[in-house]
């Protein structure tokens, strides 16, 4: 799980259109897959007569579950050739998390660094999807041609890039 890339989150999802969107629960995490964890605190007043609540991060990062798409062949009979396949054709996705009633389907809710819960989608992406599929939507959410920011502001930051 170590040497799993994780899927960069698009950048239109990194910095919505109106600032204060993400006031109380921060900005979404980089990287697809992973949901910052919140909680709700119950705050008074200094007279303790209104109380309000908020949703705060924790500071933990959760693991959705990534959805499955399959191809179930011939769908008019059965036998051994409904079997479930992903269908070769198939171009690149964008992986997806699952989800019931609207909510995601966390894995875990307790990983501490994004990045690791980034990796970990990626390796159950890699399990459900197999090894070409996953290359292929990496190269599509990780293009160095539009992440070329990305890429200068994190070698900024590690004193591997001047500043221009």
Not at 47 to 64: A, H, L, R
Not at 126 to 137: F, H, P, Q, V
Request: aromatic share 8%; net charge neutral.
């Amino acid at each position: 799980v170590s040497f799993e890339t994780p899927f960069l989150r698009p950048r239109e999802e990194l910095v919505p259109p109106s600032s204060n969107i993400h006031s109380t629960t921060g900005p979404p995490a980089r990287f697809l897959g992973v949901t910052r964890i919140t909680e709700e605190r119950h705050i008074t007043n200094t007279n303790y007569d209104k109380c309000q609540t908020v949703k705060c991060t924790t500071g933990k990062f959760g693991v959705e579950f990534p959805i499955f798409i399959v191809d179930r062949g011939n769908e008019d009979g059965g036998g051994s050739e409904d079997a479930v396949k992903i269908p070769e054709h198939q171009s690149p996705i964008i992986p997806k998390s699952a989800t019931v009633g609207g909510k995601k389907v966390l894995l875990r809710a307790d990983i501490e660094r994004e990045d690791m819960a980034g990796q970990i989608f990626a390796f159950m992406f890699r399990i459900l999807y197999g090894e070409r599929m996953l290359e292929k939507s990496l190269s599509i959410t990780n293009s160095l041609q539009e992440r070329s920011i990305f890429v200068q502001d994190t070698l900024q930051s590690f004193a591997g890039l001047k500043k221009e």
